[in-house]
Structures are given as C-alpha cells and as structure tokens.
Nanobody, 127 residues
C-alpha cells in the first residue's frame, strides 16, 4: 500500500473551478493505477475519474466527462483532478485511491479495485 494525502478542496460557487491534489508519500506511483472517488452525505461512494498506470488512459463518469480532468505530474508522485463548471451536485468528500494492479473483472472504475486510499477532502459548491 501507499500513503495518499489529498488537498485542494474548499467552498466554491457554482460554475467555478477547483484543482484537487493527491500526493503519494515517500514514493512514486508511476506503476499504480489511480482514481478519484467522491461520497456525498447519505450516498454511496462513486467513481469520478481514473488514470491507468501508464498515465495515458483516462476514464470518467458520465457526470465528470467534459468538466473534470485527471492527470499526473512528471514526478509521478502527485495526481490531480481539475474540476470546472462545478455544480451543487458535485459537493462531496473527494477521495484519492491507488493500486498497483486491477482485477480485470472489476476494472479501474470499481472502488474494490483499490487498496490505498487518502483521507478525503471536502468540496462544497454553493448554488
């Protein structure tokens, strides 16, 4: 497992932008699949975006497509989630996750595929 620390959450008005960061502690995640999930009060955790270990294949939920971008920096230590045109429905705690391998039957969009999780960062979008 790898330690992950999220940052960048906060309060933003609808239509605004935020960039979340997920830093791996003490090691690179160049060989890890990574993803962002979110969980709103009373709701199940849901996938937002995923990035394969190669860094060049991305997957997005329908709600994130066209508005959010997942990326990894050149040092391969930090993963980002750039969010734009934010909506009130995007309000949630956002979690970063990583795993060195993915069960093919589950895929990168399944929370059960990941064995390392951050503590989460709160995003609140005011309408």
């Amino acid at each position: 497992q790898v330690q992950l620390v999220e940052s960048g959450g906060g309060l933003v008005q609808a239509g605004g932008t935020l960039r979340l960061s997920c830093a791996a502690s003490g090691r690179t995640i160049s060989m890890y699949h990574t993803a962002w999930f979110r969980q709103a009060p009373g709701q199940e955790r849901e996938i937002v975006a995923a990035l394969t270990w190669s860094g060049d294949i991305t997957h997005y939920s329908d709600s994130a497509k066209g508005r959010f971008t997942i990326s990894r920096d050149a040092t391969k230590i930090t993963v980002y989630l750039q969010m734009s045109n934010l909506k009130a429905d995007d309000s949630a705690v956002y979690y970063c996750a990583a795993s060195p391998w993915i069960v093919p039957a589950r895929g990168v969009m399944d929370a059960l595929s990941y064995d390392s999780w951050g503590q989460g960062t709160q995003v609140t979008v005011s309408s």
